[in-house]
């Protein structure tokens, strides 16, 4: 008798940006499925911008894997006025933590996960921290000189107007709060395990240097966290935002922006998108666009 194929093992799995609301992504949802059993997915934030379409897509997602870990993008929090849930800011964050552990979905506010290998186990860090414009242009010397900038070209992020970050003064001000919660905790990881740090805004300013529109790094992250990936032991970093699905590489740690994006513009590619991409055991077929890159 022929011997039965082997059994593949579960993978660590990622997404982002899905943006199901958006004509032609609500159908590539079904194609987001597991390749073994045992196989945990990342969703990197920006599903939907409406509760129930987040809520949704979230339950479908965990029905099919082991496990699903979640963080917010901008989309998320944004408050727009056919959402029968009004919360903004804290309240809406809170709300959709609430809905997702309803669902067993990890959130930021949950216990890390680990995430175990036949040789290694490495902490699985949803990460929370939003963005406060530091990434401006370097002749921009002040927040007010980068977002006029920005107005005069006519390229604003709808964060303006929709991403309320109640009660806290400023996005800024919420970010820097998030930051520190979220530094603490991760320093008092075990310092003999490695991290795969998800978050949806690149921790690292490098990622922002391939947008079209430089500028608009504004709303792309923060330099208070540019070394997380080397002082907390990063594996590898996982995010979205960019809508510039590439693995990277900075300080020798692998960075996977795994983003789909929308419709406009994963159907002018010319390779089909690829809705999964596998965090470990990496893709040993994916090269880092910029080894040299720092």
């Not at 506010?109 to 530091?134: G, K, M, N, Q």
């Not at 919660?181 to 922002?208: C, K, M, W």
Request: hydrophobic share 40%.
């Amino acid at each position: 008798m022929g011997s039965l194929g082997a059994v593949p093992p579960p993978s660590l799995l990622a997404t982002s940006d899905l943006h199901v609301t958006h004509k032609g992504n609500a159908q590539m949802l079904e194609q987001i499925q597991p390749s073994a059993d045992g196989d945990w997915l990342i969703v990197a934030g920006d599903i939907a911008e409406t509760s129930a379409a987040i809520e949704e897509t979230l339950k479908r997602l965990a029905d099919r894997f082991e496990k699903v870990i979640w963080t917010p993008g901008n989309h998320e929090l944004w408050t727009v006025p056919d959402d029968p849930i009004q919360a903004r800011g804290v309240a809406r964050y809170e709300y959709l933590v609430e809905r997702c552990q309803s669902l067993g979905v990890i959130t930021p506010e949950d216990e890390y996960p680990i995430w175990r290998t036949e040789h290694e186990s490495f902490v699985v860090a949803p990460l929370f921290l939003l963005y406060d414009y530091s990434f401006r242009l370097p002749e921009h010397e002040t927040i007010e000189q980068g977002l006029a900038y920005a107005h005069e070209k006519g390229l604003v992020f709808t964060d303006e107007i929709l991403l309320h970050p109640d009660p806290y003064p400023t996005r800024q001000d919420w970010c820097a709060a998030r930051v520190a919660a979220t530094e603490q905790r991760l320093a008092a990881l075990p310092e003999d395990l490695r991290t795969v740090l998800i978050t949806h805004f690149p921790l690292h300013r490098g990622p922002t240097r391939m947008l079209r529109y430089p500028h608009l790094a504004m709303w792309c992250g923060t330099e208070r966290t540019a070394d997380w990936h080397l002082r907390f032991r990063a594996e590898v970093a996982v995010y979205g935002h960019l809508h510039i699905p590439v693995t990277l590489e900075f300080d020798g740690v692998r960075f996977e922006e795994v983003s789909l994006g929308y419709p406009r513009e994963w159907q002018r590619r010319a390779n089909p998108p690829q809705l999964l991409r596998r965090i470990i055991p990496g893709d040993p077929s994916r090269v880092p666009h910029n080894r040299t890159a720092r």
